[in-house]
């Protein structure tokens, strides 16, 4: 958005301490063709000192602790052991194999227990199911040596969308479909601001593709879905619902407004889709927030109209550019004339930007753009960044404790 750039650490070891900086990757390594009783280990090198630095491949990754910057991540090892699966093959009335499932329960004379009525009354469909069923087919795993992450078909000319951290230094790629078929995907164009990758494969009758849908209407309490292969295990499909929208992350270069999802995301789930209730892709899974490694209920996704206005700029050829402001941030947080912490405030503006233009001025406390309540620095950040350029918005801004409206028409910013 701005000049204005997170707050760095120097790259650390694997932390000791009893509580580890709980933003962990969601980078899987899990080999693509592990056996029934598998482990996984979570062992790429630290991420994210100053912007523009790279990172390694993989399937998932934050790069900071939450609004305070950039700083050391976990090595998990996660090992799920003795999951082992039975099943026995049984036959039809006519002697014909069926497909693998459970022998029928001898008859014992117990009369069969009939349900009980449901507390509530509904249509008796399973929305997540039927969800599950729209969205799987255009739902890819991602493999990269051997490391893997997910992905989603959005476009019928081969056009697949997925995370930047999941892709990584690569040129080309494994693509392997729900069917199990796999192919050679290219790495078409990616952008570590937003942490978002294009790759296309070659297009083929019946290809599947997801629809998308409006991540600027999203509210919190909506029902939502992931799918994905955690820890290799492809379509794995989990739900949960919109926790916030708008909520301010660190991504290798910015600030990114994200979708926050209590939708178990995990080291693997990285680039695959988050899809509201009616089968629309609303996001791209991209980072978590874990005390341990692993799914603690709060995960975060690119929302896809910002994932989509980068995508169609890579495919395009063009540089991605983004909203910018062009005003930095106050080291020290002051009080508005509620005496409470809120809004952001300006501590310099930038000659000729849009900011300038506007007629901000160091000292002004930005408290909404668009009726949308700004609530620090890198709430304004998001917001900013999250716009086209030559967008215009409408500041509310608070200066000498009386508020006024600016109109300012948002300069362009190269985020590469």
């Known amino acids: 958005m701005s000049d204005w750039t997170p707050p760095t650490s120097p790259p650390m070891a694997p932390p000791t301490a009893p509580n580890p900086d709980p933003w962990a990757p969601v980078r899987g390594t899990t080999p693509p063709t592990a056996p029934p009783g598998w482990s996984a280990t979570n062992p790429p090198p630290p991420l994210g000192p100053p912007p523009g630095s790279e990172s390694g491949g993989g399937g998932g990754g934050h790069r900071g602790r939450w609004l305070l910057g950039l700083a050391a991540f976990l090595l998990v090892a996660l090992l799920a052991g003795g999951l082992g699966l039975v099943a026995s093959r049984i036959n039809d009335d006519d002697g014909d194999p069926t497909a693998f499932g459970s022998a029928p329960a001898p008859s014992t004379g117990v009369e069969e227990r009939e349900p009980d009525d449901a507390p509530l009354e509904g249509?008796?469909?399973?929305?997540?199911?039927?969800?599950?069923?729209?969205?799987?087919?255009?739902?890819?795993?991602?493999e990269v040596g051997q490391g893997l992450g997910s992905g989603v078909v959005y476009d019928a000319d081969g056009l697949i969308l997925t995370a930047n951290h999941v892709v990584e230094g690569q040129d080309e790629v494994t693509v392997r479909f729900s069917d199990g078929t796999a192919a050679t995907g290219e790495v078409v164009g990616a952008n570590v601001f937003s942490d978002i990758a294009v790759l296309k494969v070659d297009p083929f009758e019946g290809l599947p593709v997801a629809a998308l849908g409006d991540s600027d209407a999203l509210m919190p309490g909506q029902v939502v879905v992931g799918i994905g292969s955690p820890f290799g295990l492809d379509q794995t499909v989990t739900s949960g619902i919109v926790s916030a929208v708008n909520r301010p992350a660190a991504t290798q270069s910015g600030i990114v407004n994200m979708v926050q999802t209590d939708t178990a995301i995990n080291p693997g789930n990285s680039g695959g889709p988050l899809v509201d209730i009616e089968g629309r892709v609303i996001g791209?899974?991209?980072?978590?927030?874990?005390?341990?490694?692993?799914?603690?209920?709060?995960?975060?996704?690119?929302?896809?109209?910002?994932?989509?206005?980068?995508?169609?700029?890579?495919?395009?050829?063009?540089?991605?550019?983004?909203?910018?402001?062009?005003v930095g941030a106050a080291q020290e947080a002051s009080?508005?004339?509620?005496?409470?912490?809120?809004?952001?405030?300006?501590?310099?503006?930038?000659?000729?930007?849009?900011?300038?233009?506007?007629?901000?001025?160091?000292?002004?406390?930005?408290?909404a753009i668009d009726d949308e309540p700004v609530g620090s620095f890198e709430e304004l950040a998001g917001i900013v960044s999250a716009e086209a350029p030559n967008a215009t918005v409408t500041l509310l801004v608070e200066r000498n404790g009386e508020q006024r409206e600016l109109e300012v028409t948002l300069g362009a910013a190269q985020r590469d």
């Open 284 to 326: 791209i899974n991209d980072q978590i927030f874990s005390q341990g490694g692993g799914n603690d209920g709060i995960g975060l996704a690119v929302p896809i109209n910002l994932a989509v206005r980068v995508a169609d700029t890579l495919v395009a050829g063009q540089d991605v550019e983004f909203g910018f402001l062009g």
């Open 123 to 142: 249509s008796g469909n399973e929305p997540v199911a039927d969800v599950a069923e729209a969205v799987s087919p255009a739902v890819v795993q991602i």
């Open 335 to 367: 009080t508005n004339t509620t005496g409470l912490e809120s809004g952001a405030v300006v501590a310099s503006v930038e000659a000729g930007s849009a900011g300038a233009d506007a007629g901000l001025t160091e000292g002004d406390r930005v408290l």
